[in-house]
């Protein structure tokens, strides 16, 4: 069945446009809560964080207008990473969180994610329940006059994801002696990061925690990282961190001014568990966008790669199902189930600076454990409500021609972004000129194919 509002993480769209309204999330509240809330007379809660964005003001009051209205008590959280709500949603004993964040995007768009009470992300199955009672008449889901729910804002959520999140760190380190700069984007984790970081010894100097509504994401965070790169050498950090828009992934840059990205990082965490006999099921769960050069290393390893499509919460469907407690997507989601629930950039962070703690060496040398496949990745815009470029018989062909020029030397993957109407073109392998060659042909034939559509 056709989705009409939930995409591959959650509802996402531009505010104050179709389906990011106060209309469609009221209707989110009043579907939800009827669809989580049981027969029984509990009291039942839903929690709710955000991210900094301007239009949060706006959705969240509609999001609780809906959830009180179908009798579900609300708290607020306020701004806090995805992982937090996640991980206070199970803690709170909530029937349902939600967390009102577009992550990496601009910020114009905005977002509504849910979590189950277990607080993983929803399932497919449940979405489209949602969306079946959605459409339904507003009243059909109203909670009597002395069932309905109370809002209540709470001030320690942000103290309690701390807590939770040091506790990760080994109790025998600390980071004491490291300067670490941090780049939270200014958005859900410019509170959070910047404390967790400091009482546990380091020496902060920090960017991106001045968020104003507009500047989420804007030149810094974890998809720009030229701030960091500047502020870690004229300061000499040994290490910069920078997250993204909701602080569930992360980017490291080393002393030297290098960009690691998440595939390096799930590497360094599987060598570092594996050592200490901590990683199950010999190996880790990573997208088709992981480069060949991560597979590779871990083969050496004698750890198996297992790939899924694009989309971390099709990684913890797959490190669920078959027990694996590593896995991520090259951008820099890394899932450690050890932990978490969903994807944690400052979790993954203080991973990371514990095998560089305990290994006495400095960031380039411990982060860098493979040599990249060439890998080129270009996107291609095309216009909502047009025919599909992906359909055309020139892209199709354009496509089946590329992976022919790549056998046996690399791949091609080509799909349509699960966020953005986007055609995303990927492709690696060990002939760069050939890598080239294949996606600029095919990025030619969507062009062609979009502008024509």
């Known amino acids: 069945m056709t989705r009409a509002y939930f995409g591959t993480d959650g509802i996402r769209g531009t505010a104050n446009s179709f389906p990011m309204t106060p209309e469609v999330a009221?209707?989110?509240?009043?579907a939800a809560g009827k669809r989580f809330r049981s027969a029984d007379d509990r009291r039942h809660l839903v929690v709710i964080g955000k991210d900094t964005r301007l239009s949060g003001y706006m959705l969240e009051p509609a999001l609780?207008?809906?959830?009180?209205?179908?009798?579900?008590?609300?708290?607020?959280?306020?701004?806090?990473?995805?992982?937090?709500?996640?991980?206070?949603?199970?803690?709170?004993?909530?029937?349902l969180g939600v967390m009102l964040s577009a992550s990496h995007n601009k910020?114009?768009?905005?977002?509504?994610?849910?979590f189950g009470p277990d607080g993983y992300k929803m399932s497919d199955q449940a979405e489209l329940e949602i969306e079946q009672l959605m459409d339904g008449k507003l009243d059909e889901h109203l909670a009597a006059p002395d069932k309905l729910g109370r809002a209540r804002r709470i001030d320690d959520a942000q103290a309690r994801y701390v807590e939770i999140?040091?506790?990760?760190?080994?109790?025998?380190?600390?980071?004491?002696?490291?300067?670490?700069?941090?780049?939270a984007a200014n958005g859900a984790g410019y509170?959070?990061?910047?404390?967790?970081?400091?009482?546990?010894?380091?020496?902060?100097?920090?960017?991106?925690v001045d968020p104003d509504g507009f500047n989420i994401n804007h030149e810094v965070g974890s998809t720009d990282t030229r701030s960091l790169k500047d502020a870690v050498l004229k300061?000499?950090?040994?290490?910069g961190i920078a997250l993204d828009g909701d602080a569930d992934r992360v980017v490291i840059v080393d002393e030297k001014g290098n960009t690691i990205d998440g595939d390096q990082l799930m590497a360094l965490i599987a060598k570092n568990w594996k050592e200490q006999g901590t990683l199950t099921k010999g190996g880790i769960v990573a997208t088709v966008m992981s480069n060949l050069g991560l597979e590779r290393f871990l083969d050496g390893l004698k750890l198996k790669l297992e790939r899924t499509k694009v989309g971390d919460r099709y990684v913890v469907e797959q490190m669920r199902a078959k027990g694996y407690n590593v896995g991520g997507?090259?951008?820099?989601?890394?899932?450690?189930?050890?932990?978490?629930?969903?994807?944690?950039?400052l979790l993954a962070a203080l991973q990371v600076l514990a095998v560089i703690v305990q290994s006495g060496k400095?960031?380039?040398?411990?982060?860098?454990?493979?040599?990249?496949?060439?890998?080129?990745?270009?996107?291609?815009?095309?216009?909502?409500?047009?025919p599909d470029p992906m359909e055309a018989a020139a892209v199709k062909d354009a496509i089946r021609a590329a992976e022919a020029s790549l056998t046996g030397t690399g791949r091609l993957l080509v799909r349509k972004s699960g966020t953005e109407p986007l055609v995303r073109i990927m492709a690696e392998g060990d002939d760069e000129r050939l890598v080239r060659a294949a996606v600029n042909d095919v990025k030619a034939a969507v062009v062609a194919a979009a502008k024509a559509a």
Not at 198 to 207: D, M
Not at 235 to 239: H, K, P, S, T, V
Not at 362 to 386: D, M
């Open 191 to 208: 509170k959070v990061a910047p404390v967790a970081l400091y009482e546990l010894g380091a020496e902060v100097i920090k960017l991106g």
């Open 362 to 386: 400095p960031a380039s040398e411990v982060c860098k454990l493979f040599e990249p496949a060439p890998q080129i990745l270009e996107n291609v815009r095309y216009e909502k409500g047009k």
């Open 165 to 183: 999140v040091k506790a990760t760190f080994p109790k025998k380190l600390t980071l004491k002696g490291l300067r670490i700069v941090i780049d």
């Open 26 to 30: 009221m209707r989110v509240g009043l």
């Open 329 to 345: 997507e090259q951008s820099g989601h890394i899932i450690l189930s050890d932990f978490s629930t969903t994807g944690d950039g």
């Open 64 to 95: 609780t207008a809906g959830f009180t209205a179908a009798g579900m008590d609300v708290v607020l959280f306020g701004p806090l990473p995805t992982p937090a709500v996640a991980m206070l949603t199970r803690s709170l004993r909530a029937d």
């Open 107 to 114: 910020f114009a768009d905005n977002g509504i994610k849910l």
């Open 235 to 239: 300061f000499r950090a040994d290490i």
